[in-house]
């Protein structure tokens, strides 16, 4: 089923961009500012919030702006979503089988169609009161949480590793969605505050979350949403199940199909991957960063996974009426460990960032 | 360096083909053959093109016309190399059009190259013997602009043709367009040439 909009109807335009600001960046060299993107008239130099910490990266800042190219769009020829308005689930027209993007913060619960950000990539939402960014890219089959502060994201035309290049509206600086880390710009080296957004499909997403809220098309952009440029996903075909990437990874890695999906996780120290399907078969599964343990748990409600950190080593067991960890039973969403920000994505793109990444099946 | 005298020939045989090229155009198009072939060619070319865009397709069944809010300012946003956004949304049964009013511009004055080219090379071709020559280039001519738009998004089109994107590939993906003008514009210049005024 397809949602069909009312006749004759007039769809807003974009917004505009905040101001405030948190802590800036690294003082970039003087040869990166001279590869430096230029900042945009809208650009207010306000930087959006950023972590304590870094996230590993395998390749350093310059190496991977090198790498970055053209997608061939240019800047803005895919328009973020600035302005998203949200329809009950009752009056969503979406198949059970569509892919959804879900999100549960504070009181809100919001599901962002995979058919609509396929379009559009980035959404600057406002949820329970805090801006954020809900990203996707297509290629890589990545769909991400950031922290936006008062700073709207957009996508920049440019790719690397096939990944896109979010670029931030304060200050210009250049975020590849996987590494949440910009490469370039102000604020090169800095790491985004993320959330966890879930891969899920619209019939599960809607069974957990009868009460969610979801992205409608209007969009203020006038688009053919049941077109999926790539292929399609219910079931998979086109780039999305082919074995070949649009573009040169970074790095290949033989280990698992390209397409093949990932719950995977990075940390300050490192990179590890769980096979998601061997993960959803098995329940639980357990990898490594530096010798610090992981164990990831499969949620068959919403066919997705959570990633926590077990240093203790901490028993964690697949029982017939759930999990159990040192024999106390515990939901596959709050295992009383600390939680590491996992996200699905096809293994070509994970194996092109992370070289040498942990991988789980 | 070239003088005057020099120039003038060349200028006067660029003038002359470009008459005869005119001359065997609007000798084409008052054929009903001519006509009708132009008529066709130019349509088809259009709608392919404008599918390449996606632009162009099907959908579910529904009946709807949706229009931005800033149609003017939304026109001349661009999409990727000459591509600008839709300013509206066309629903009429399993029919979905968006309206780029520059690509279709771009589009109408493309497929009326192609348009012309094939009639002028099928009027050609019914001609005398020596004469037949010029309808495949005629027609290998628009390909490129058909290329041009399903370069979008991505491109991937380099998934069909089995080739790996890269910045070069996708340079050339951006001068495709380019490309076709000249080579449509070329091409109608030596078709046109051909035709005998007799034939028409």
């Given at each position: 089923m397809h949602t069909r909009r009312s006749f004759l109807r007039g769809v807003g335009?974009?917004?505009?961009?905040?101001?405030?600001?948190?802590?800036?960046g690294d003082e970039p060299s003087a040869e990166e500012s001279s590869n430096e993107p230029t900042a945009t008239s809208d650009a207010t130099g306000t930087p959006p919030p950023t972590a304590e910490r870094s996230l590993h990266l395998a390749q350093d800042i310059g190496t991977l702006d090198g790498e970055v190219i053209s997608g061939g769009v240019p800047k803005d020829g895919i328009p973020a979503i600035d302005e998203p308005t949200f329809q009950a689930a009752e009056r969503a027209s979406l198949d059970d089988g569509e892919p959804v993007f879900g999100l549960v913060r504070g009181g809100d619960t919001r599901a962002y169609p995979q058919r609509i950000l396929v379009h559009h990539e980035i959404v600057n939402d406002t949820v329970d009161g805090d801006p954020v960014a809900v990203?996707?890219?297509?290629?890589?089959?990545?769909?991400?949480?950031?922290?936006?502060?008062?700073?709207?994201?957009?996508v920049s035309g440019d790719l690397v590793n096939s990944n896109l290049v979010m670029y931030d509206r304060g200050t210009d600086s250049r975020w590849p969605q996987i590494l949440a880390t910009a490469i370039d710009g102000p604020l090169a080296g800095e790491t985004l505050r993320e959330f966890r957004v879930v891969w899920t499909t619209w019939g599960k997403w809607r069974a957990v979350h009868p009460g969610t809220e979801v992205l409608t098309e209007d969009t203020g952009y006038t688009r053919r949403y049941g077109d999926d440029p790539y292929g399609q996903y219910n079931p998979p075909g086109g780039y999305y199940a082919s074995d070949r990437t649009?573009?040169?990874?970074?790095?290949?890695?033989d280990r698992a199909h390209p397409k093949s999906v990932v719950v995977g996780t990075r940390t300050a120290d490192g990179a590890l991957a769980f096979d998601k399907e061997s993960l959803l078969a098995?329940?639980?599964?357990?990898?490594?960063?530096?010798?610090?343990?992981?164990?990831?748990?499969?949620d068959d409600t919403l066919s997705t996974g959570y990633v926590y950190a077990n240093p203790d080593g901490r028993t964690v067991e697949n029982r017939a009426d759930g999990y159990s960890l040192d024999g106390e039973p515990v939901?596959?969403?709050?295992?009383?460990?600390?939680r590491a920000l996992a996200f699905d994505a096809m293994w070509f793109a994970w194996a092109g960032f992370y070289p040498g990444t942990g991988y789980v099946n | 360096m070239s003088?005057?005298?020099?120039?003038?020939?060349?200028?006067d045989r660029v003038g002359r083909l470009v008459r005869q090229t005119l001359?065997?155009?609007?000798?084409?198009?008052?054929?009903?053959?001519?006509?009708?072939?132009?008529?066709?060619?130019?349509?088809?070319?259009?709608?392919?093109?404008?599918a390449g865009l996606r632009n162009l397709g099907f959908g579910p069944w529904g009946y709807e016309l949706s229009i931005v809010s800033d149609p003017l300012a939304r026109a001349v946003q661009p999409v990727g190399p000459f591509q600008w956004e839709s300013v509206a949304l066309v629903v009429v049964g399993p029919v979905e059009l968006l309206v780029s009013p520059l690509n279709v511009l771009l589009g109408a004055g493309l497929a009326t190259l192609v348009g012309?080219?094939?009639?002028?090379?099928?009027?050609?071709?019914?001609?005398?013997?020596?004469?037949?020559?010029?309808?495949?280039?005629?027609?290998?001519?628009?390909?490129?602009?058909?290329?041009?738009?399903?370069a979008c998004c991505g491109p991937t089109i380099v998934l069909v043709v089995g080739v790996q994107a890269s910045a070069g590939v996708l340079t050339v993906f951006q001068w495709l367009l380019p490309l076709a003008v000249v080579a449509l514009v070329g091409t109608l210049l030596w078709v046109g040439r051909k035709v005998e005024p007799a034939a028409l």
């Open positions: 335009v974009a917004g505009v961009v905040g101001v405030a600001g948190c802590l800036g990203t996707y890219c297509p290629l890589t089959g990545t769909a991400q949480g950031f922290e936006r502060g008062p700073v709207e994201f957009g649009l573009f040169e990874p970074l790095s290949r890695d098995a329940g639980v599964l357990t990898g490594a960063i530096q010798g610090r343990q992981y164990v990831a748990v499969a939901a596959a969403d709050s295992l009383p460990l600390e | 003088t005057d005298a020099e120039r003038r020939p060349v200028a001359v065997a155009t609007r000798g084409a198009l008052t054929r009903r053959d001519g006509k009708a072939v132009f008529v066709v060619a130019s349509a088809a070319y259009f709608l392919l093109y404008t012309l080219n094939l009639a002028v090379s099928v009027v050609a071709w019914r001609g005398p013997t020596a004469c037949r020559l010029g309808s495949g280039a005629s027609a290998a001519a628009g390909v490129p602009g058909l290329l041009s738009g399903v």
